[in-house]
Every structure is written in C-alpha cells, then in structure tokens.
C-alpha cells in the first residue's frame, strides 16, 4: 500500500523532548509510554537542546514547547525556560508534581522578565481524584492541584490539559469542559483554561493495529489541519515529524538538523487517522 505524506508548509512550532520518555509517572494511556524505569528515549543534554533553540530562531519559528517524559526531571529545565523565552511563547507540558514553590518562583520571575509569553499545562485526567489517580499513579491528582494553585498564586494562568480517556465513565448529562470549568473555579481561579485531547492508539494504549491513511482519504485534504504541517521535534536521534510519534524510526526525517527536516513525513501511522478524523493538534 501506499504511504501518503504530508507536506511540511511552514516550520512555526517547535518541540523539544528534553526528558526523552523519563517521566516519575506511569500513566496508563501514556502515548510514548513514559516512565522512571530505563526510558526507551533519553534526555537531551543542555547544549543539544540551546542548539536547537538557536537552529529553530533562525528558521524563523514562532513558538516553542518542552515535553517528555516530565519534563521537571531536566536537571537545567529553568535554564532552558530561560533560553527558549529569550526566543519565542514557551510552553511546558507537565504532571505538575514537582512544581514546588521554589520552581514556581523561578518560572513566575522568569515569565516576567520575558518579552513573550510562558504557559505551563498540568495534566488532569478527571475531576475525581480516585479515577484520574487510577490512570496517572496514587497522588498525582493532589500534586498537580498543588501545582495548579501556587503557579496561580504567582500570577501565571496554568491550562489543565485532560485526555478523553475517562469520558465513559462522565456522569449522565455532564460534559468534561463543564466538569473541568467548575474544579478550576473552585480552586479560586476566576479564568479557567483547558484542552482536552483525544486519546492515541500509540504508547501504552497502542493496540494490535487499526485503520490507515490512504492516498484517496487525503484527496483534495486540507494538509494545514495536520500539526506535522507546521511542526518539527527534537528528541533524542534526530528531528522527529511531530510529538505523537517523536522518537519513532519511521518519523524521523533527519539525524541532525531542523532545516533537514524540512521535508514530507509519511502519515504511517494509526495515530495518524485520529489527527485526520479530530484536526487535534497537541499545540495550546
Ligand atoms: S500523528 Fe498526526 S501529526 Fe503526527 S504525522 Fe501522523 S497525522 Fe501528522
């Protein structure tokens, strides 16, 4: 069969795996199936990850987002927050559980002191401590409330990211948004911001394979809705096609630099339909 690609229309999001898949947690929907344990993708080191900053500025990106794995276990992560706000929007994706006052200090002062703006997004899979603990490991619930809490205090305006993992399970007639909107309100912050994201057949949740792509599907498709339209990752080997599938032989589009990966990315992947199906991006 053949494998449709789609076109890498403009470099303006970059992403920088600097944890690899080393995360405190073992989340069970994980979608690179991140944990404490020998993680398959390492951490980037200091200067591999201030390289790609610089590459990415000078191809002219417009935003910048750090992932992993956790990425709070990054020995440098405020030192990296602080080059990469030198250059563009920052966004951090995390658990949030190893965001103490002390880092949220640091990250406050450092959003300060930036022209361009830091987001910090907490994962939350459920309103329900006891359920959303269920999927991502006995007090995480509590520690990214915490952390939801003194990022707030300090003036930064966290967004809850919650995947669609739980949704069965939402009592009749409420909505995850509304269930979400109303935990936030009522740990005093009056602008709540969310996402939520569906949940990938990859990782933890990949099954024994599923639906693909096909050339016909992508006949006349408007490519700009799939996020490897705009996006690049840099994780461990290489430049990866986007962070669904970074680290992956199949979507890496080159060993060294950003400008080489300026290049089509094969839609290989079931993950792929979802993209297709939802126009989900794993961007803000
Ligand atoms: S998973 Fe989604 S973003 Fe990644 S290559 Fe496939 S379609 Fe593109």
């Known amino acids: 069969m053949t494998i449709p690609t789609a076109p890498l229309l403009e470099l303006s999001t970059l992403w920088i795996q600097v944890t690899g898949t080393w995360c405190n947690l073992t989340c069970t929907h994980c979608l690179n199936s991140s944990g404490p344990h020998n993680p398959w993708l390492k951490s980037l080191d200091t200067d591999m990850v201030i390289r790609s900053i610089k590459e990415g500025a000078e191809l002219g990106i417009k935003e910048i987002y750090y992932t992993g794995g956790e990425p709070f276990l990054h020995k440098d992560i405020l030192l990296l927050t602080a080059h990469a706000l030198e250059v563009a929007p920052t966004t951090i994706l995390t658990n949030g559980t190893l965001i103490t006052d002390q880092v949220a200090d640091h990250l406050a002062e450092l959003a300060q002191n930036s022209p361009y703006s830091l987001e910090i997004r907490i994962s939350i899979d459920d309103v329900d401590p006891e359920k959303n603990d269920r999927i991502r490991g006995q007090g995480a619930f509590s520690k990214a409330i915490r952390a939801l809490q003194v990022l707030h205090s300090r003036g930064l305006l966290p967004i809850v990211t919650a995947t669609e993992i ?7 007639g409420s909505g995850m948004y509304e269930q979400f909107r109303d935990l936030i309100l009522s740990l005093g912050i009056t602008k709540p911001r969310m996402k939520i994201m569906p949940v990938f057949s990859i990782g933890r949740m990949e099954g024994e394979g599923g639906p693909l792509l096909t050339p016909e599907m992508l006949d006349g498709f408007d490519y700009s809705l799939l996020q490897c339209s ?7 080997g290489g430049v990866y096609a986007c962070p669904i599938l970074a680290g992956l032989p199949q979507a890496r589009l080159s060993e060294k630099s950003l400008k080489e990966a300026f290049k089509p990315c094969d839609l290989y992947h079931t993950a792929c339909v979802t993209c297709y199906e939802t126009g989900m991006t794993c961007k803000n």
């Open 230 to 236: 705009e996006t690049r990752v840099v994780a461990e």
């Open 166 to 172: 739980l949704r069965d399970e939402l009592p009749e």
